[in-house]
């Protein structure tokens, strides 16, 4: 059964960066994609992007194009996401999550979300 | 960018109602939509892929349908543990979230 273990809460101050990791185990780390998926307070799920951990290729959200970084260590089997230049904004619970995916010779293409990490806070204060 | 919709963003509800959530996208996304559900403090479960699949684990009191532009969930019989709040999400391109319906105790 796979697991996603997410690093620890983070407090950043306006202007600074953030690097959530999320850890697998369990099963296959590659052939599957990792989401990166985040969730203000109150507030409804909102898709960051993805990483196929086979290629290391990644794709995001038009609204994060330019802030978001997604990458992967197939050795630790380990993804990671930050986002930089950060506001009030952002402060939210980051998630990672899991799912099918596969990359032909000209397109990639992903599913829906099986396995979900605990979430990983974070809270951007001055 | 694919947007869906879901309505309505609350349903008041009894235990033993049958309620039906609606997600419309913006374009025909087939049957790439999945079904999830969020209780307070916990991550999003997965309930339904690709339209109509049941995930593994899960009652059978849960079903989706649909295809194009247009996808129901309805939950029969609602138990206690089903107040909770349903996304619908597509990926057809990338992926997208609907804006979430929370179930509450009428």
């Known amino acids: 059964q796979v697991q996603l273990v997410q690093s620890g809460a983070e407090v950043k101050k306006p202007g600074a960066s953030v690097r959530v990791s999320c850890k697998t185990s369990?099963?296959?780390?590659?052939?599957?994609?990792m989401h990166w998926v985040r969730q203000a307070p109150g507030q409804g799920l909102e898709w960051m992007g993805r990483?196929?951990?086979?290629?290391?290729?990644?794709d995001y959200a038009a609204k994060f194009q330019g802030r978001v970084t997604m990458t992967r260590d197939t050795s630790t089997r380990t993804v990671y996401m930050e986002l930089s230049s950060l506001t009030s904004d952002d402060t939210a619970i980051y998630y990672c999550?899991?799912?099918?995916?596969?990359?032909?010779?000209?397109?990639?293409?992903?599913?829906?979300?099986?396995?979900w990490g605990k979430g990983t806070t974070v809270t951007v204060s001055s | 960018d694919i947007q869906v919709t879901q309505s309505p963003s609350t349903l008041s509800a009894a235990v033993g109602d049958s309620i039906t959530i609606t997600c419309r996208a913006s374009?025909?996304?087939?049957?790439?939509l999945a079904w999830y559900q969020q209780r307070p403090g916990t991550p999003p479960k997965v309930l339904i892929y690709?339209?109509?699949t049941l995930e593994r684990g899960i009652p059978s009191r849960f079903s989706g349908s649909g295809s194009g532009t247009e996808f129901t969930l309805t939950i029969r019989s609602l138990q206690p543990e089903d107040f909770a709040t349903y996304y619908c999400?597509?990926?057809?391109?990338?992926?997208?979230f609907g804006q979430g319906t929370k179930v509450e105790v009428k």
């Open positions: 374009q025909s996304i087939s049957a790439s």
């Open positions: 990483i196929f951990p086979n290629s290391g290729g990644t």
């Open positions: 369990g099963d296959t780390f590659i052939g599957n994609y």
């Open positions: 690709d339209a109509s």
């Open positions: 999550a899991r799912g099918p995916g596969y990359c032909s010779t000209t397109s990639c293409y992903s599913y829906y979300m099986g396995a």
């Open positions: 999400q597509q990926y057809e391109r990338y992926s997208t």
